[in-house]
């Protein structure tokens, strides 16, 4: 954003009146953004924060999208024979909703808490990589629409968000909503990807002075598990999108059976993927609530080294699974029995997690806090979840729960009742660090409870309806095949479809609770949980530069520890200050100049090259070419410009009254 | 900290001087070129049971030589190998398993 | 005040402050290669299994010329030496030398693609086109990639030619060079597997 530098005086460094920057001279054919206000400022920002708060509003949207095709769906199957959807709407619809839910909703809000408070958390003023990171965001927004391109253009994807060969072939998925969906995947991919070896290198490179990897937060643990998966993971569904692709567009024979093609070549190339994909979801919502339930159960987490080393374990299994997607496509009992021991190995570290969670909470003087409540609906909706997980791995028995809704109800309940509500547990912690306010506690209350029987309510009976038969992906139930009694598939239909409606209003209450924030919410105290971890030591927004001193770091849970000591006698720990007089310490001792890197154009002007490139595969080489110029034409302009813009660019407006080329902070 | 002492410090950290004159990266050129017709060779001599593993030994070998010198992996920080040698080790653990699932092996 | 600005920036691109003390952007290629392997290895799978599969056209052996592949494999092997010696040139600030080899190495690889558009050009005239089997399909998309990862790397090192010549580089100049030089290297040993399974070893 800016170069800053402070005056040798001790003067307060408050947010009174912001010094524009405006660029005097010009860099060869376009000037840096570096004075960029309003929108621009944020188009072109490299700045994590604001790359993380775009991250959070992109997949939010996409999360009402989302939400919307699972009520439509909800709709259809509420009663027998539904005719509210045809049946190849209905296919587009849980396409889609997976589709958009896992790639741009989860990995995405993942994402915004991952370059809000990575960073942060380790003490850092940015990441390693600022305009790659902005790359990122605009590609994960480029993918996001030309995924979703398709409803206007011929219709959506409508093969599943794993798109299993043939039926994903030309012949049996003959609109354009696949094609669509394969670039829109490739293009959130690199996205991925790039973002993957931005935040691993930031996690090795970017600590405080102090920090070993052993001191770090559990959620910095968690993201950089989880951006190994992806850096590994991702380049196999990158090979499948490529194989699809040229089937669907060039003619290749990849996965056409008449040629001697084997459809189980792409459910390997998926799965290798994917499940290290499930790790990727889950992860980073486990790495919330490990800061959540300490803070407010008032005591350190329990086994920190097992909750970090199980971490690693879940990622590096999680390479050795994946076929247990595969055990009803006829793999023989060999691969079958080798991966269902794996996968029943794989549930250890994670119940390892668990119980270093209920220990955690045990002995302690536990504050209700939303954050709280949403945490503690995690460790037990995710137990739910993961023990029905288990009873896949037992390959005679998932033989009979495959493609019935009994799986549907076991990935709802890891995923919502696991990821969704580790995200909101986040939502309600980190809040008014981001914006400097207090979500309202009654209206989560609302929500934390109204989503729990939601939740319960639509996906509790699936497991049910899918040991009644009730098979996936099928646009109608009939009253034949409804079963006898009265506690049939009928009515196990219609409760859920009723609890997808509560749980709508749930979302709503959320965001009810958001806007009333926005236009009066409470302003939040710096440190209004008493939290542990460095994030907290900043301003609320934090400035732009973070940390107005980088922290040395002495102690696991650092902030904590500088907030209090251990008192010999008693065995206790007692305050020797507080947040807001620790932040104020800083100010006080900040440093004399802080350098930070300049606004881009070329990260959005490269996002956009990527894309162009992409659709040109579905309509034509002038697109290619065009898209392919644009790449080049923009590396060239990356590579050229220096990480800040040269002092010529910056005009410093105040002589000599002391104050210059502050920039006032986020809010 | 003033820039000296920062660069000593990260080359201390980064890799030891340069261990290898360019005659010394001819000479590893040489071997691999060597090694490549080796392998040619059983294009046009019967190998009989030696065909499959010696060909695979000398690709590993070429594999490992350019890695470890023309790319100075074996020189450098630890943590460059561990990157690159955890994605091909999941790499090759991956796909062999995958192709084992289609009976590749046993063909 | 301009000083100590350039001082930090100087710094920062540096990458000596880190907390390993390792390079960002070095480190970053590791891990870019290192998840190119699995890339490469889904493509190399790929075409093991589906090698044999011809429904129709030429069979692997039938259109394989192991000397004329022998001799771009040789020409790309020495690419990798010309790169490492354009490395060192740089380590010792000698621009010339490091244009000189970055340039040689450069037209090797340019060399190797124009090997391969005349395998493939022949090939095709052979009956092996693009869709004709599986073989002939997982064939193109392997070999294609990786000639399309050479043709990039022949534009970076001519780029960084460029860069060097017109003194324009930001940052560590012989890092970047070492960076291009490992991308290079990478792409070379993606064939060193391709020439022994693809080639070599009988479908």
């Known amino acids: ?667 | 900290m003033d820039t000296a002492t920062a660069e000593t410090q990260g080359e201390a950290h980064d890799e030891k001087h340069e261990h290898m004159s360019d005659a010394g990266y001819i000479r590893i050129a040489l071997i691999l070129a060597a090694i490549t017709a080796l392998e040619v060779s059983t294009y046009y001599i019967d190998f009989g049971p030696f065909f499959m593993p010696s060909l695979m030994i000398m690709m590993v070998a070429k594999f490992v030589m350019v890695v470890s010198y023309f790319m100075h992996l074996k020189f450098d920080n630890k943590v460059f190998s561990f990157l690159f040698y955890t994605g091909l080790a999941l790499a090759l653990f991956v796909y062999i398993v995958a192709l084992a699932t289609f009976k590749f092996f046993l063909q | 005040m301009a000083d100590t600005m350039h001082a930090a920036a100087h710094a920062a691109d540096h990458g000596h402050h880190s907390a390993t003390g390792l390079s960002n952007n070095k480190l970053a290629m590791w891990l870019f290669l290192g998840s190119e392997c699995l890339l490469f290895g889904g493509l190399i799978s790929t075409y093991m299994l589906y090698r044999g599969r011809v429904s129709d056209g030429p069979h692997p052996s039938q259109v394989y010329d192991i000397p004329f592949t022998s001799v771009s494999s040789f020409v790309l092997l020495m690419s990798s030496l010309t790169m490492v010696l354009a490395v060192t040139s740089a380590q010792r600030n000698d621009d010339s030398k490091t244009n000189l080899w970055l340039t040689v190495t450069a037209l090797l690889g340019a060399t190797f693609i124009g090997g391969q558009v005349y395998e493939f050009t022949t090939f095709y005239r052979e009956g092996m086109g693009f869709t004709t089997s599986l073989f002939t399909s997982s064939f193109y998309t392997l070999t294609g990639f990786h000639g399309v990862h050479v043709s990039v790397g022949v534009i970076l090192l001519l780029a960084t030619v460029g860069i060097i010549k017109r003194n324009k580089v930001t940052g560590n100049k012989a890092e970047s060079v070492e960076l291009v030089g490992l991308y290079w290297h990478f792409v070379d040993i993606v064939w060193i597997v391709i020439f022994t399974l693809v080639y070599l070893i009988p479908a």
Do not use: C
Not at chain 1, 57 to 69: C, K, Q, Y
Not at chain 1, 484 to 499: C, K, M, R
Not at chain 1, 544 to 565: G, M, Q, S, T
């Open chain 1, 1 to 667: 954003m800016a170069i800053i530098e402070r005056p040798s005086s001790d003067v307060a460094v408050t947010a009174t009146a912001p010094a524009t920057v405006t660029p005097t001279s010009s860099q060869g054919a376009l000037k840096r953004p570096v004075s960029a206000r309003g929108w621009r400022e944020w188009l072109f920002t490299v700045d994590h924060k604001k790359i993380g708060i775009m991250y959070g509003v992109v997949a939010m949207f996409f999360f009402i999208v989302g939400g919307v095709e699972a009520l439509l769906i909800r709709l259809q199957l509420a009663a027998p024979e539904g005719r509210f959807l045809s049946a190849d709407q209905y296919n587009q619809m849980f396409t889609m909703h997976a589709t958009t839910m896992v790639f741009l909703f989860a990995m995405p809000m993942a994402a915004a808490f991952a370059n809000y408070f990575l960073p942060l958390q380790i003490g850092a003023r940015d990441v390693a990589f600022p305009r790659l990171n902005a790359l990122s965001l605009w590609l994960l927004v480029s993918g996001g629409i030309v995924l979703n391109l398709a409803w206007f253009l011929g219709g959506a994807a409508d093969g599943g968000w794993f798109m299993y060969a043939p039926n994903s072939g030309p012949v049996f998925s003959p609109s354009n909503g696949v094609d669509f969906w394969t670039v829109g995947l490739q293009i959130a991919g690199i996205a991925s990807l790039i973002g993957s070896i931005n935040l691993i290198v930031t996690v090795l490179n970017m600590r405080a002075p102090g920090m070993t990897l052993m001191k770090m937060p559990v959620f910095t643990w968690m993201i950089l598990v989880v951006q190994f998966l992806l850096v590994f993971s991702l380049p196999v569904i990158t090979v499948a999108l490529v194989l699809l692709m040229f089937q669907r567009e060039y003619g290749a024979t990849f996965f056409d059976v008449s040629a001697g093609a084997d459809p189980l070549l792409w459910q390997h190339l998926f799965w290798i993927f994917g499940h290290p994909e499930v790790y990727v979801l889950i992860l980073p919502a486990f790495g919330i609530i490990s800061e959540v339930l300490p803070t407010f159960a008032r005591k350190p987490l329990f086994g920190y080294p097992f909750v970090v080393f199980s971490g690693a374990a879940i990622g590096f299994v999680g390479f050795g699974v994946w076929a247990h997607h595969m055990f009803a496509a006829g793999l023989g009992p060999v691969s079958v029995a080798v991966f269902s021991i794996a996968t029943m190995a794989i549930a250890i570290p994670t119940g390892v997690k668990i119980f270093n969670w209920l220990l955690t909470m045990w002995g302690g003087k536990i504050w209700y806090s939303t954050a709280m409540k949403f945490a503690i609906g995690l460790v037990m909706l995710f137990t739910v979840g993961g023990l029905s997980g288990v009873t896949h791995s037992v390959a005679p028995s998932t033989t009979q729960q495959t493609d019935t809704y009994y799986i549907v109800a076991h990935f709802h309940y890891v995923l919502f009742g696991g990821m969704v509500f580790g995200l909101f547990s986040g939502f309600y912690y980190w809040w008014p660090k981001v914006f400097g306010r207090m979500l309202n506690e009654r209206l989560g209350s609302w929500n934390f409870w109204l989503m729990v029987i939601g939740m319960n309510m639509t996906f509790g009976p699936m497991h049910i309806l899918g040991l009644q038969g009730q098979p996936r992906r099928m646009y109608q139930w009939t009253e034949a095949r409804a079963g006898e009694g009265f506690f049939n598939l009928a009515f196990w239909n219609v409760v859920s479809s009723i609890g997808s409606f509560i749980l709508a209003v749930s979302v709503l209450v959320f965001l009810v609770n958001v806007w009333k924030t926005w236009r009066a919410g409470k302003q939040a105290p710096l440190d209004p949980w008493d939290a542990r971890t460095l994030e907290w030591l900043t301003t609320s927004p934090p400035k732009a530069h973070n940390f107005d001193r980088i922290p040395v770091v002495h102690h696991l849970d650092e902030f904590f520890h500088r907030k209090y000591e251990e008192d010999t006698a008693t065995h206790t720990m007692r305050p020797v200050t507080d947040g807001a007089s620790l932040v104020e310490e800083e100010i006080r001792n900040a440093d004399a100049n802080i350098h930070l890197p300049s606004s881009s154009y070329w990260p959005l002007v490269l996002a956009v090259g990527i894309s162009t490139l992409g659709l040109g595969v579905l309509y034509g080489v002038p697109v290619m070419v065009i898209g392919a110029a644009t790449v080049l034409l923009s590396s060239f302009g990356w590579v050229l410009e220096p990480s800040v813009a040269p002092e010529t660019d910056f005009e410093d407006p105040s002589h000599g009254d002391g104050h210059t080329k502050e920039v006032v902070p986020l809010g």
